[in-house]
């Protein structure tokens, strides 16, 4: 849906309902296949995550993705998983978004 616009620009409207907390920290994620591939995680809402990537992975893949969310100098590692649901490009690297899903 589009919204007003901004000093000539058109603005896209926001679809998500929920509110994501921007939450960077490397990570590491594992498909289903078994391909091992370091990302750095990028925000976090109720239902999915996003994490950015220097290669793109295909919608649907289903992967569990590993991060420490513990404080500096703490370690607390927790195990997401979920299915792509969601690539753009972003820079030079890939946007992937995950919908949260049961082990």
């Avoid at 309902?17 to 594992?30: D, K, M």
């Amino acid at each position: 849906m589009w919204g007003r616009t901004t000093k000539g620009y058109i603005m896209q409207q926001e679809k998500r309902v929920l509110r994501r907390i921007q939450f960077e920290r490397p990570a590491r994620i594992v498909t289903r296949g078994g391909q091992k591939r370091s990302v750095k995680s990028y925000d976090f809402s109720m239902k999915g995550a996003a994490f950015l990537s220097q290669e793109p992975i295909e919608i649907g893949e289903v992967l569990r993705m590993t991060l420490n969310v513990g404080s500096p100098g703490q370690s607390h590692i927790m195990k997401i998983y979920g299915q792509v649901v969601h690539q753009s490009k972003k820079e030079n690297q890939y946007l992937m978004g995950i919908c949260f899903k049961r082990k």
